[in-house]
């Protein structure tokens, strides 16, 4: 039940969710059934009868105590876990997932008209599972560090802040997301601000004809990752909406209102969208670094002259590859340091065209000197790397 990069977000089923009875909050449940649209029948007391949203799982109820103080308690609570285990409805899974892992829920809605007897087709499920995976990483890369482009930039670090994610089924256009409060609700939140930041970015847009509003949202971690993200739910739909609901084991984040109301795109501000995509392309600018990499590949045309070189960062920029175009006396030093297991070292300026995945005016290359144990390590590294094998073939007929 993994929201991560190139995974789908399967929904795994009840048996993958096991929340402790003894750790269990009643007071949490009790929040937890309400936001999932479980009803509660009688007045205030001891104890609370909940019955499933819509009137589903007939001859399925719960009775949760208002609090542990009573001696039967922690039955009770066992009692109502084990139904919600049984229970084939989407909401009981959804409380299950909650208790066990406290997490902060975002919730997406894609309006689209039915396909037959109500039912979702593939391609649309794909859709939104997509379309919400990248705004997942849009907050997550926010979190990082704010940019109006991140292109290859703090990728890997991005994802690997999505790891612990889990997804509910897809089912009507709806789709929810649960990200562990650890260690994930600065995701969630730097999203809340992002999200809020465009709407209100989009709607001055509408009344003044003005961009500069989107150029203010980069600080609340607008990006364009963000509004393809919104572009990609929105397209093909007759509006999305995407609402938050914080853990309430966790309580509300510092700034973030207690029920944030949910933020709604519709196909009108497509145009707005896209305008503010290009802009924040167009204006991140190049970065002066100092990157220091293992050579993985090098290409020229000839025997002799300018080469390109790709290396994997080791140090020095928020990507885990970067190509760049050298001389030939460079392109020499770069295939003698791969050849006897050294990194590079080398100075310029990461472009935001392609991604940051190019490094213009590259200079000033020299191998970087390393321990044993270390230049053993690259070695295995690099000659595991399938790309190896190309290098091999362009450095022995760039030597001839």
Do not use: C, F
């Given at each position: 039940m993994r929201l991560t990069s190139g995974s789908s977000g399967e929904a795994g089923g009840p048996e993958t969710v096991e929340?402790?009875?003894?750790?269990?909050?009643?007071?949490?449940?009790g929040v937890l059934l309400h936001r999932h649209g479980w009803q509660r029948r009688g007045g205030a007391g001891r104890y609370a009868r909940w019955t499933p949203p819509g009137g589903g799982g007939r001859g399925t109820s719960l009775l949760v105590p208002e609090s542990r103080a009573y001696p039967d308690s922690e039955d009770l609570i066992g009692e109502a876990l084990t139904a919600l285990a049984r229970s084939a409805l989407p909401s009981a899974r959804e409380v299950l997932v909650?208790?066990?892992?406290?997490?902060?829920?975002?919730?997406?809605?894609?309006?689209?008209?039915?396909?037959?007897?109500?039912?979702?087709?593939?391609?649309?499920?794909?859709r939104l599972r997509g379309a919400a995976h990248r705004m997942l990483l849009a907050g997550a890369l926010a979190v990082r560090g704010r940019a109006g482009y991140y292109g290859a930039r703090h990728r890997r670090q991005a994802l690997a802040a999505l790891e612990g994610v889990l997804v509910g089924s897809a089912a009507g256009g709806r789709l929810t997301a649960f990200v562990p409060v650890e260690p994930g609700r600065p995701v969630v939140v730097r999203l809340y601000e992002a999200l809020y930041a465009v709407r209100e970015a989009i709607d001055y847009r509408r009344t003044t004809g003005g961009m500069e509003a989107f150029d203010a949202a980069v600080a609340a971690g607008a990006s364009r990752e963000l509004t393809e993200s919104v572009v990609a739910l929105v397209s093909g739909s007759e509006g999305v909406r995407v609402a938050l609901e914080w853990a309430p084991a966790a309580g509300v984040p510092a700034g973030c209102a207690a029920r944030p109301e949910p933020v709604e795109f519709s196909p009108g501000d497509l145009p707005a969208l896209r305008e503010a995509g290009a802009r924040y392309l167009g204006h991140e600018p190049a970065l002066p670094v100092r990157v220091t990499g293992a050579v993985v590949r090098l290409r020229r045309s000839g025997p002799r002259g300018p080469g390109t070189v790709r290396l994997r960062v080791l140090a020095g920029a928020e990507?885990?590859?970067?190509?760049?175009?050298?001389?030939?006396?460079?392109?020499?030093?770069?295939?003698?340091?791969?050849?006897?297991?050294?990194p590079i070292r080398v100075i310029g300026r990461l472009e935001s065209r392609g991604g940051f995945r190019r490094l213009a005016?590259?200079?000033?290359?020299?191998?970087?000197?390393?321990?044993?144990?270390?230049?053993?390590?690259?070695?295995?590294?690099?000659?595991?790397?399938?790309?190896?094998?190309?290098f091999f073939e362009e450095a022995c007929a760039g030597e001839e």
């Open positions: 929340p402790v009875p003894a750790q269990v909050d009643p007071a949490v449940l909650s208790l066990a892992v406290p997490s902060d829920e975002v919730r997406w809605w894609r309006e689209t008209p039915p396909g037959p007897a109500g039912a979702t087709g593939w391609s649309e499920q794909e990507i885990p590859y970067v190509r760049m175009e050298l001389d030939e006396e460079a392109y020499r030093i770069a295939g003698h340091a791969h050849l006897v297991g050294l005016g590259a200079s000033g290359v020299v191998p970087v000197q390393v321990d044993d144990a270390e230049r053993d390590r690259l070695m295995k590294s690099i000659r595991e790397n399938v790309e190896s094998i190309a």
